[in-house]
């Protein structure tokens, strides 16, 4: 460790190679995990029936997929920040239902308009949110618990006992969860495109980075003039527009539409976010990881149908899973913590 | 090391950088605070207070406890506002609003324990808000990690840039925080008591750090207490004595003597207790108590009807000592007795079933429950006896409340009310009750009177005085002098986890107590 470090070459010595090996380490580290389990979970599934792996189920996973990855971005955000959205299910239904009843009210109105108000509806609901929790200094625990009663509230006077039906439905839009390019589902690699673009955005812009700061510290964050309350309000407004955006989605992929549309979702997707190692008190994880971590839960769902297990299972196996990522999200932050003093120890810095 | 900083540093005006602090007929200073004033409520923190701070000193202010060294770093880390007096930088006043003009006026305070977040890299810590960018606003990692670097080299430290801050030493937390400064062309960087919890060797690198910073043209305000490290490392000193500036000159030609002197020199307040009293049997023997990393080998002992003070700077284990004899923290080797039978360690409950009470020094955090009402509070130790068929009866609690209310003078609206409505004193009055209540045999105080006004605050020393005189045993936590001479019997000095001197009553004085605590004390007990 006796080796100057020139400013100008910051990545040419030795100690540098090795630090940057470890932090890479610790990175990939914290979702690692999750594939691992991921991967063990495909594979016993398959040993046991083969048909798992076809390539219509495949198609089926990840469709069932892209909503949760979406709603776990939105939520990431909020969550990051040590915030947490509990509306989204709520958001999702209201969206689902008043975008695609447009259908039926508007004869030939563009698919592209009909995601649009969806967006919009989403967004609105987010600015709420942000609104109470930026501007009037309350928990977001206790707002968005409120704001998931108001509009699902909402949903059900403005449905009634009515529903959407396939019927109404044209098909550009019912088939958008069928069209794949190279086998794959386009609607999936639309959202991975979207989760990858929303990760980098949280990575690499120092509005992303203040949502991190914000929620490891939120103190600290004020004392370095990051301007809180407008990042959480962003983040908020972000994860009602998302949750919109994927209420859309969701009335395309079941075709029919109620009022109970997205019910009890905001739980697990708060699941497939810590799942995919998100803090729950802020500060770190990355939406790629809640994508994998929503991956996970739709490919549990898929495996326990597939392996013929009652779906009644699913919950308290979710459930489970939940416990299980917690516990190893512990067990890995010790370890990191242990890694990093035995190399200061070893460095001496 | 020291030299690197004597190149060209981007950021510093080259002006003060060239001018040296030793030389006479210096420039005018780049930081001055002029009769500055500051009172909280009927507490007056500062009443005078005057700081010169030239480029490339580095610049000491001691004083004792309380003495208002704190609230001037927080005036000028825009925490406080001062009621009057102003800070001027480079001639012209500035308003020093918040933290965020501070930063802009060049002022970096290192706190002794800084905010970081733990979460993210060393380098993202630096530069938060402020990441250097590249094409389409997007940050520039490497160029981060490659300025975060320089300014390690300009520190002449090593630290990872990469690395998470959690886990990180608090000597290297400070680095971070230093070297925020310098990317912020911090001129004027205040340490507020940066070594109190460092060890030797990162002392010797901080200070390394600091030659640095003067060499490269920046004025360090540095607190301690520890007056060896001042001579060590500044060249200039103001001492602080009851809010106000008492000295401020070169250090060279002065000696600890010297400083002691300035930062006592003060009337004692009579004596609350007669001279002559009985005392009993050792009530609480402590023998070679050890808590690894926090204190080591105190033993001492409290007589029934006697009050022993235990003095000392803030954080030399004072408190952790009174945590671990009442079982609040485990210790690793030592014993503890009542009255002759060892007290169980980690158990507050056995602690309390011999007979011990203990009033926390926060009273807030860890002496009241603040949503509560005042009865409740007073109650709250007692319930048992105020439990009927096991139901708490509200009436009996009532009744039990106003009767110690009334003995301590405790003032308030209804019993009902929350403790929080009440004054500091008489929220800590409602502590002492509560402890009170139970009839203790022998009862610890952790600076029973911080931050209550000078009524009240006489009034807990008659009562403590008067406890004492019942036969109660008492061990008196404070870290104010005039109290500790005012009601201890015996007064014990810790100094870094270590209890370093004894003094009986009649020997004892400020000049002593104070030379013992800051480590000018040749004898040993």
Not at chain 1, 200 to 212: A, D
Not at chain 2, 174 to 203: F, G, H, Y
Not at chain 2, 266 to 294: D, N, S, Y
Request: proline share 4%; net charge neutral; hydrophobic share 50%.
């Amino acid at each position: 460790m006796s080796t100057v470090v020139a400013p100008t070459e910051p990545s040419g010595t030795p100690t540098d190679v090795r630090s940057r090996r470890l932090t890479d380490r610790v990175f990939r580290l914290r979702e690692s995990g999750i594939i691992v389990v991921l991967a063990m979970f495909v594979l016993v599934t398959t040993a046991i029936q083969p048909r798992f792996l076809d390539s219509a189920n495949i198609q089926f996973v990840l469709v069932n997929t892209t909503v949760f990855a979406l709603l776990a971005l939105g939520e990431t955000l909020v969550v990051v920040s040590r915030n947490v959205d509990l509306s989204i299910g709520s958001v999702l239904g209201l969206s689902a239902y008043m975008s695609s009843s447009l259908f039926g009210s508007i004869h030939g109105i563009s698919v592209v308009v009909v995601f649009l108000t969806g967006l919009g509806i989403g967004l609105a609901c987010g600015f709420a949110n942000g609104l109470m929790v930026a501007l009037g200094r309350v928990p977001s625990l206790v707002v968005t618990l409120a704001t998931l009663y108001v509009i699902r509230g909402i949903d059900i006077l403005h449905v009634g006992g009515g529903e959407v039906v396939a019927s109404t439905l044209p098909s550009s839009f019912t088939n958008i969860p069928q069209d794949t390019f190279l086998g794959i589902p386009v609607v999936a690699i639309a959202v991975a495109v979207v989760v990858a673009a929303g990760a980098y955005y949280m990575r690499s812009f120092r509005s992303g980075r203040e949502l991190y700061a914000i929620g490891s510290n939120p103190e600290a964050a004020r004392l370095a003039g990051i301007p809180v309350g407008r990042r959480v309000f962003t983040a908020f407004a972000l994860s009602g527009a998302i949750a919109g955006l994927a209420g859309v989605l969701w009335a395309a992929q079941y075709q029919t539409i109620d009022s109970s549309a997205g019910t009890g979702y905001e739980l697990q997707v708060i699941a497939a976010v810590v799942v995919g190692g998100v803090a729950i008190f802020g500060g770190s994880g990355s939406a790629v990881g809640a994508a994998i971590g929503a991956l996970l839960l739709a490919t549990i769902n898929s495996a326990l149908n597939v392996l013929g297990i009652s779906s009644l299972w699913v919950e308290a196996i979710a459930g489970f899973l939940l416990l299980l990522a917690i516990s190893l999200d512990r067990v890995i932050s010790l370890r990191l913590a242990n890694a990093l003093r035995l190399m200061r120890s070893r460095g001496g810095a | 090391m020291a030299g690197s900083g004597t190149d060209e540093t981007p950021g510093l005006d080259p002006k003060s950088a060239a001018g040296d602090a030793s030389q006479a007929g210096r420039p005018s200073p780049v930081l001055s605070l002029e009769h500055a004033a500051k009172s909280f409520g009927a507490v007056q923190a500062v009443v005078d207070a005057s700081i010169d701070l030239y480029s490339g000193e580095a610049h000491a202010l001691v004083g004792e406890n309380g003495a208002g060294k704190s609230t001037v770093v927080k005036i000028l880390a825009g925490v406080h506002h001062p009621d009057s007096g102003h800070v001027s930088v480079d001639g012209s006043p500035v308003s020093l609003s918040g933290p965020a003009d501070a930063q802009s006026a060049g002022i970096a305070v290192i706190y002794q324990e800084p905010i970081l977040f733990p979460d993210l890299t060393v380098a993202e810590n630096i530069y938060m808000g402020r990441q250097p960018l590249r094409r389409f606003h997007r940050i520039d990692a490497a160029m981060m990690r490659a300025r975060t670097l320089a300014l390690f080299d300009r520190l002449g430290v090593r630290l990872d840039p990469g690395r998470i801050c959690r886990g990180l030493s608090i000597a290297d937390q400070q680095i971070v925080e230093i070297a925020k400064a310098l990317s912020l062309n911090a001129r004027i960087i205040v340490m507020d008591e940066p070594t109190a919890a460092l060890s030797a060797v990162e002392v010797a690198r901080l200070f390394d750090v600091v030659t640095a910073l003067r060499a490269g043209g920046a004025a360090v305000l540095f607190i301690s207490h520890r007056l060896e490290e001042v001579f060590e490392i500044c060249q200039r000193v103001t001492v602080m004595r009851d809010g106000r500036q008492v000295l401020a000159r070169e250090l060279s030609g002065l000696t600890a003597d010297d400083l002691v002197r300035a930062m006592v020199g003060r009337q004692i307040g009579q004596r609350v207790r007669a001279a002559a009293h009985a005392v009993g049997e050792p009530v609480l023997k402590v023998q070679r108590l050890t808590r690894e990393g926090v204190f080591v080998d105190v033993s001492f002992e409290v007589r029934a009807g006697e009050i022993v003070a235990l003095a000392g700077l803030v954080g030399s284990g004072r408190s952790e000592v009174a945590r671990a004899i009442f079982g609040v923290d485990r210790y690793q080797a030592g014993a503890v007795t009542i009255s002759g039978r060892p007290l169980r360690p980690a158990s507050p409950g056995t602690a309390m079933a011999m007979g011990i009470g203990f009033v926390p020094e926060d009273r807030r955090q860890q002496g009241l429950v603040m949503d509560m009402s005042v009865q409740q509070n007073v109650a709250l130790t007692s319930l048992s006896r105020l439990t009927r068929a096991g139901l708490v009866s509200s009436g009996a609690e009532g009744r039990f409340a106003s009767d110690w209310a009334t003995r301590l003078k405790i003032r308030y609206g209804r019993l009902t009310d929350p403790v929080s409505q009440l004054s500091g004193g008489n929220q800590q009055k409602v502590v002492l009750a509560r402890w009170l209540a139970r009839k203790p045999t022998l009862l610890i105080v952790d600076e029973p009177t911080r931050g209550i006004d000078i009524a009240t605050k006489s009034e807990v020393h008659t009562l403590l005085a008067e406890l004492a005189a019942s036969g109660v045993a008492v061990l008196m936590i404070s870290s104010e002098l005039p109290e500790v001479l005012r009601v201890g019997d015996r007064i014990l000095v810790m100094r870094e986890g270590r209890l370093i001197a004894e003094y009986a009553r009649a020997d004892a004085t400020e000049e002593k107590l104070v030379a013992a605590a800051t480590g000018q004390f040749a004898g040993a007990r």
